[in-house]
């Protein structure tokens, strides 16, 4: 467990050079990159890494540094085409009135100095059920693959070089308390300029809706490297533009404030510019902190959680986890309970065939129908009879 910390905590120091363009110190030699590459590529930053490695190529092997250049050289290609890519899908929503919410901007990969060095996932849509279908369905013909199913809310869609679109036709938080102010946040959603359906949110509600999802992925252990880092950049290039109180006060209607700023606080002590004084003095009490970032880098592996509103957050998601739970196997019950009668009418209309066909066999039944269970019983004899003879 303490080379999984180790590998995560190296991957925080090559990423955070890069962004802050300082002097890099790791111990390369002591690193796995098998499980680098595998760390570095569920957190979705690669393409960093291999920029951090450039100068130390005599540390690691020649099959790791084709795959860190293979999702550099995907970064690359994303930014050629993805402004082009973003406009090709709004347009069409919005020319066939598809209405629509975007839930995170395309805007974050320009506050990364260096271009390739951002995300290539993407864009973010919130729509209803029958839009979600319409789309999907024009994504797929313009060469989108299903990438990843978010079950009972979406899928990520994406095409070569690796753009990559995610749609939504429900909000992906379980609890009743995050749907609810979810949805309150998007009311707040505006036109997008130049256009008449497609939404977007203010910077100051995207934070808002950044901070939150970050805070509900982290109870459930899903919360990368990359979205930690995304929203760092947001913080930074809007903290003086927007009203901090206001953010504030929506992280206490979702019951999540403590874990939110601890959050916003880590990521600054990860990837903000040295010189960067929004947070003068660090913590008396560092241990929750290292709890936090223990349990990020490991994906819960570690987890000596003691935040009272994460411990909260997650017993209602596992409530919500054990109501679908049930209902899925109510559903599966009365779907194998169909399908067994389905079949038991069957075996009852071949032993017990209708009055029409038996009358077809033996006409007598059409002049004396009161016969029928008779003739059921003689034709079953001679069917056994006549499977004994087979025999």
């Not at 990020?296 to 986890?321: C, F, P, S, W, Y």
Request: hydrophobic content about 35%.
């Amino acid at each position: 467990m303490n080379q999984f910390l180790f590998e995560g905590r190296s991957l925080v120091g090559i990423v955070s050079s890069i962004i802050r363009q300082d002097d890099l110190k790791v111990s390369y030699s002591r690193l796995d990159w098998e499980r680098m590459f595998r760390l570095a590529d569920y957190h979705k930053v690669a393409s960093i890494v291999y920029l951090g490695v450039l100068g130390y190529r005599e540390s690691l092997p020649e099959k790791w540094q084709a795959r860190f250049f293979e999702r550099y050289q995907e970064s690359l290609l994303f930014g050629e085409s993805y402004q082009e890519s973003v406009k090709e899908m709004l347009t069409w929503l919005n020319t066939r009135k598809v209405s629509c919410t975007m839930l995170i901007s395309e805007s974050v990969r320009d506050l990364y100095q260096i271009r390739e060095t951002a995300d290539t996932a993407s864009l973010q849509l919130l729509m209803d059920e029958e839009n979600y279908n319409l789309a999907k369905g024009y994504l797929i013909d313009m060469g989108y693959e299903t990438d990843l199913v978010y079950k009972g809310y979406g899928e990520r869609l994406q095409k070569t070089p690796g753009i990559s679109i995610i749609l939504y036709y429900k909000l992906p938080f379980r609890t009743p308390g995050y749907q609810k102010n979810m949805r309150r946040l998007l009311e707040s959603a505006r036109l997008k300029d130049n256009f008449q359906s497609v939404r977007a949110l203010s910077k100051e509600d995207e934070l808002v809706y950044r901070l939150a999802a970050a805070v509900y992925r982290y109870t459930v252990d899903e919360l990368t490297m990359r979205e930690v880092l995304d929203l760092q950049l947001c913080h930074k290039a809007w903290r003086d533009s927007i009203r901090m109180d206001a953010v504030n006060r929506r992280m206490e209607e979702f019951q999540i404030e403590e874990p939110a700023a601890k959050l916003l606080r880590i990521s600054y002590m990860w990837f903000a510019d040295k010189n960067d004084n929004y947070y003068e003095h660090l913590p008396e009490d560092m241990s929750e902190y290292d709890i936090l970032e223990e349990r990020l880098l490991t994906r819960g592996m570690v987890n000596r959680e003691v935040d009272k509103q994460i411990l909260k957050l997650a017993k209602l998601i596992h409530k919500e986890q054990e109501k679908e739970r049930k209902r899925e196997e109510r559903s599966h019950f009365k779907e194998r309970f169909k399908e067994g009668w389905e079949n038991t009418k069957r075996k009852l209309k071949w032993v017990f065939p209708d009055y029409h066909y038996m009358a077809s066999i033996y006409p007598i039944v059409e002049k004396l129908p009161f016969l029928l269970p008779g003739f059921w019983f003689a034709r079953g004899i001679r069917l056994i009879w006549r499977t004994l003879q087979t025999k």
